[in-house]
C-alpha cells in the first residue's frame, strides 16, 4: 500500500466560492487572486475552475507564464511588478498587467520602447506601509507613467493594500479608504477622467461594500476559508476546497503515565488509545500545531497528542476507542475548518494552505 497522505481539491468549491464573491459585490470585475500555487491547491486545475473571473493576480513573471503556458489567456496581473528591468520585454510580450510600486521600476519603463501596449497598476500606500508610493508622490508618479506612449489609454489604474480588513470594526480601514479615496478622486479631477481603481482583498470584499470599487482582489476566500481574524463571524457560504487526509497506520493501548513521541512531553492521562497517523511536517501539518489540535476520525473529533514528526502524529482515540489501523484521518478541509487547525498552530490558514509540500498528491475531483 502506497503511504496514503493526500489533498483532495473539490474544484465546485472554487467555483462556487467565486460566485459568492461576485454576489458580494456585483458592481466590480474579479481579479482572483491565484498566487503560490492557487495558495498551495495546484494552480492550472483551480484556474480552470475560475474561468468566469474577470483577471488573475500571481506574485512573478515565472507564475504569469506558467498560466500562459497553458492557454490562459486572461488578464494577468503581477502584483509586485517585476523585479528586475530584463523582466519587461516577456511581461509585455505576453500582454501581462504590472503593478508599479517604485521609482526603479519607472525608470525601467522610462527605458522601454515598446510596440505592443500595457496597463499599470500604479500602487499607494495608504497605510499597510509595506509597498507603494505615499500620497504625496503618488500623483507626480502617476504623471510619469501617463507619458508613456505604450500605455493602453484608460490603461493606468490605481491599486493599494488593506492592513487590517479581517478586523471590519478596526479604525486602520476607514483611514486607509478616506487617503485611497482622496487621492483617485484627486487625479480624476486632475486629469478630467475616471481611472479604475481596486483595494479590496477577501475580507473588505465580504464586509465593506464601500471599498469594492471597479476591482476587488478575493484569495483566500476562494480557497474556502474565512479571511476574518478568530474572533469575528463569517455570513458568507464559503466551501472548502482542500481536504488534507491520511490514515492511522498503527493503534495502541497505552498505560497511564506512558508518555507519546520527541521530548516525551505528552503523558497519558489514563489507559488509553493512542493512534499513529501517516502525516507530519515534511507533509505541511504543521509542527507547531499543540496537543490538543482537533482533526476528525471516522468522523469524530480526536486529538493530537505530542510534538508532530516529520512524516508521523499521535493521537488521542479516546473520543474513537473503537478506531483502527487504516480508519481516515481529517487533518482539515470538510467538517474540520483549517482556520480552526491554524489557531491551534498559533498561524493562519494561508500558511498552512500554502505549506502543503509537494509530496502530497492533490487529487481533483468535481462532484
Ligand atoms: C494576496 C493578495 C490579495 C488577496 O488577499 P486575501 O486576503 O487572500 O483575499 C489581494 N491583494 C494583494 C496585493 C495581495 O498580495
Not at 506558467?66 to 510580450?93: C, K, M, P, Y
Request: charged share 20%; glycine share 8%; with cysteine.
Amino acid at each position: 500500500m502506497t503511504r496514503p497522505v493526500r489533498a483532495r481539491i473539490e474544484l465546485q468549491a472554487v467555483t462556487h466560492n467565486l460566485s459568492v464573491a461576485r454576489q458580494a459585490a456585483p458592481q466590480s470585475r474579479i481579479m482572483a487572486v491565484i498566487k503560490a500555487n492557487a495558495y498551495g491547491h495546484g494552480v492550472i486545475p483551480v484556474t480552470r475552475a475560475l474561468m468566469k473571473a474577470d483577471a488573475f493576480a500571481v506574485a512573478s513573471l515565472e507564475e504569469a507564464m506558467q498560466l500562459r503556458e497553458a492557454g490562459i489567456s486572461h488578464d494577468i496581473v503581477l502584483l509586485e511588478g517585476i523585479f528586475e528591468a530584463e523582466e519587461l520585454e516577456l511581461a509585455i510580450t505576453h500582454q501581462l498587467q504590472l503593478v508599479v510600486h517604485c521609482e526603479e521600476q519607472i525608470s525601467w519603463l522610462e527605458g522601454f520602447k515598446s510596440g505592443a501596449s500595457v496597463h499599470l497598476w500604479l500602487k499607494v500606500n495608504t497605510g499597510m506601509n509595506r509597498l507603494g508610493f505615499s500620497p504625496q508622490t503618488a500623483l507626480a508618479m502617476w504623471q510619469r507613467l501617463q507619458r508613456l506612449r505604450y500605455v493602453k489609454t484608460n490603461g493606468l489604474r490605481w491599486l493599494s493594500h488593506l492592513a487590517c480588513a479581517d478586523e471590519p470594526d478596526n479604525p486602520a480601514n476607514s483611514t486607509q479608504l478616506a487617503c485611497f479615496t482622496e487621492l483617485t478622486h484627486f487625479s480624476e479631477t486632475l486629469q478630467g477622467s475616471a481611472a479604475e481603481r481596486s483595494l479590496a482583498n477577501s475580507a473588505a470584499l465580504l464586509t465593506r461594500p464601500d471599498m469594492h470599487f471597479e476591482w476587488v482582489r478575493p484569495g483566500i476566500m476562494l480557497y474556502g476559508a474565512s479571511p476574518m481574524a478568530p474572533d469575528h463571524a463569517l455570513e458568507a457560504e464559503l466551501q472548502p476546497v482542500m481536504t488534507l487526509e491520511t490514515r492511522l497506520i498503527a493503534v495502541h493501548q497505552r498505560r497511564k503515565g506512558e508518555t507519546i513521541g520527541y521530548g516525551q512531553d505528552w503523558v497519558c492521562p489514563e489507559d488509553m488509545p493512542v493512534g499513529v497517523a501517516a502525516i507530519g511536517y515534511g507533509d505541511g501539518y504543521p509542527r507547531h500545531a499543540r496537543s490538543g489540535t482537533p482533526m476528525l476520525v471516522n468522523g469524530s473529533t480526536v486529538t493530537l497528542a505530542g510534538r508532530v514528526s516529520m512524516d508521523m502524529i499521535c493521537v488521542d482515540l479516546r473520543n474513537q476507542p473503537e478506531a483502527k489501523a487504516g480508519d481516515v484521518v481529517t487533518l482539515w478541509g470538510a467538517g474540520m475548518p483549517v482556520e480552526k487547525v491554524a489557531q491551534y498552530a498559533g498561524t493562519i490558514s494561508y500558511e498552512l494552505l500554502c505549506g502543503v509540500t509537494s509530496r502530497v498528491p492533490r487529487f481533483y475531483q468535481s462532484t
